[in-house]
């Protein structure tokens, strides 16, 4: 064979090339490129069932896909186009939501590793689902007071913490007990959920309007409030908002802090806490010893309260959390011992009601377990609640004076299971939750013993237990099937539908066999049952990478709680009473302008129906409680951060708000009715700024100003409360790498002001006076081995 000559040789070269060149690249080399990774731990081990979503050049809707295998892999492949992409992880369970900015080269395969964090973030909301979510994605307006912030407050009272939550004003009642405004009025009423980790603090038949006094509030990692009725994973009390207290986890590095301070008013505290981890598993524990004199007379207050929690995650896709916490609360006057005018001005720290008391005692356990199986998750939340209270109120002495004893257990378990599917960016989650909780009430009528003052006042001085009043026996059971989805129809839109079905029942059983009194009524043996739907809607739309807008309209309801129904009174018929509903309607926008500025405003119509009011009947003159009132509740709230310096952060709040009744007959035959008017106790205006300076690396100072405006005094709108501002300054430096001093002066301006104020024709104008100006200086040791 002749060897081939050059002009062939050049030709088949020549050929070969052109040949090459013409392959398309699906059969040559692939230009295409691909992210491919591990999510993982604080401790690097890998976290499978966490759903990722891969969004930027060529990709004309974000790519989805779920974390495998004990290693927590995952891929994206054929990435046409280079440039730099955005992936971002959901959260679930113990871990925060994250995001990753990721380059990636034409036809290269860029390898990352996404680290998911634990604890509580601003940017992420842990109550609407039970686990991590970003805020970006939820239509509904979500605050959060973080770690940082509650170590820059050392809170004495929860007021304290809630003041930098737009539209929200907690008062101080006596030591740290409270009542609550979310988009109402200030109230007792049951109208608002408290959580700790996500499981409610107490039953609903049981409402406690004290309840953050039970939660180891300034030990948190932070409070998370939601504003108006929560998502379809919560029901009954669920209508003004949800406040969820988290708690610390036991992993991370081992610490500790101890914490003392001394103040105005025999006030001491003592905080500790600590954990001890390695690396997957961790023990936690933390304890708050409070002692106060009370600025005024009789308002002593001893508080014991601790918590105990252990953490463990595993590789497998699981994570464990059992959450143990107890509170032993010693409070000498019950409530907040309002003074008519004249004593408000001249003698603040009077007391009329020194033998009014609250003894509290609750204990809660719970354990968390999550499981993710792909792109399934499993959640499981058995608990154990057991609370007492004996109560002597200071607020009814003057017309109903007796003092009682209730107590209930309460067993429970919160289940749910969420699927994603990842090719149509989606979410359903559905669960039921369980409560049985047996309680009962001894009630006994009382003869207080009075001495006059020498303005003609009188001091509710001794009294003497009389005759039993209520002796009975209840439980509530209630079960709750649920479901939610959310999905993006769009690449820039997010919608949320869910829907929850609560059935709840009372058994009531009367154990007092003496007569019943035309005063204190008693219901008969009887049973009652309650079956509600509560459908939700919304949807977020991500106007810019920088802004956000949402939407939702939310249906609640709230069951009547044991007191309502059975502790009759003189009232005809209580045990008929309807749930009370809700319907809100909300619209917002959240903005993040740059790193240093966030804002956030919504607006929102709150309607209740079938409200409880008390109505004296034209034809027998006698009371009754009836489902037959409406209100109507409607607001703005506003909300900003700046943080121009890493030296320097400056919040603001700014909440304007009417609260009207719109059908509300108490008396036909005296013509009473307020409708169309403001309801009392319900300030138009609020708000709150703060600014906090850290000049170094060991100091820090704080100035807080805190804006209520005036409200009306009494339903009939005859008597106004002006409002009151009121300034607070702290401060915190460190003296040696492990020893700070802090100090903190409340009320700077020492000005005189109302926590609460009431008007009736029989008694004037009333007020309760708000403390003075008080110091507290303290020292914090951190341990680290």
Known sequence: MHPPSPLRFVLFVVMSVASAAAVPPALGQDVRGAVEGRVIDPDGLGVPGIVLQLAGPGLPSPRTSVSEGA??????????????????????GLYQPALLRVEVAKGRTARVELR???????????????????????????????????????PTHPSQVMSQVPGVWVNVTSGEGHQTAIRQPLTTSPVYLYLEDGVPTRSTGFFNHNALYEVNVSAAEGVEVTKGPGSALYGSDAIGGVVNVVTRSALGP?????????GGYGWRRLIAGGNLSSGTSGLRADINLTHSGGWRDATGYDRQTGTLRWDRVAGSGSAWKTLLAFSNIDQ??????????????????????????????????????????????FNVVPYFRYDTMGLLANWTLTYDPTVSDTSNASYGLLA?????????????????????????????????????????????ASYTAGASIYDYDVTYTGVAPYVQVDFSPANRLRVQAGVRLDRASYAYDDTLTATASPRYLRPADTSRRYTHLSPKLGATYQITGAINAFGSYRHAFRAPSEGQLFRQGSTRNTVDLRPVKAHNYELGVRARISNALSVEASAYRLAKKDDILSYRDPFDGLTHVLNAGETLHRGVELGTTLTPAAWLRASANFTRARHTYEHWVVDPLARIDYGGREMETAPSNMGNLGVSVRPGARASVSAEMNYLGGYWMD???????????????RTQVRIAPRLSLFARLLNLADRRYAESASYTVQRGRELAPGAPRTGFVGVTVDWRP
């Not at 970003?134 to 770690?147: A, F, M, N, Q, S």
């Open 71 to 92: 290693q927590g892999a995952f891929r994206f492949d054929g990435l046409t186009e280079p440039g730099i992409f955005t992936l971002t992880a959901d959260g679930i």
């Open 116 to 154: 998911l964090a634990l604890g509580f973030s601003e940017e992420v909301t842990v109550t609407e689902a039970r686990e991590g979510r970003l805020k970006k994605e939820t239509p509904v307006t979500i605050d959060t007071v973080g770690g940082e912030v509650l170590e820059e407050l050392k």
């Open 715 to 729: 339903a009939a709108n005859t008597q106004r409360y002006g409002g009151h501002t009121l300034f607070n300054l």
């Open 254 to 262: 081992s610490a500790g802090t101890v914490e003392g301070e001394a």
């Open 416 to 460: 749910k299971v969420r699927h994603s599917f990842p090719r149509w960016r989606a979410d359903a989650v559905a669960g039921v939750d369980f409560d049985v909780s047996p309680g009962g009430r001894t009630e006994r009528q009382i003869a207080p013993k009075t001495v006059a003052t020498a303005n003609g006042k009188r001091i509710f």
């Open 332 to 377: 000498q006057t019950a409530g907040s011992s309002a003074l008519q005018e004249d004593d408000y001005f001249a003698v603040p720290t009077r007391n009329l009601t020194p033998i009014s008391f609250r003894k509290v005692k609750a204990f809660r356990l719970s354990t968390d377990y999550q499981r993710a199986v792909g792109p399934t998750s």
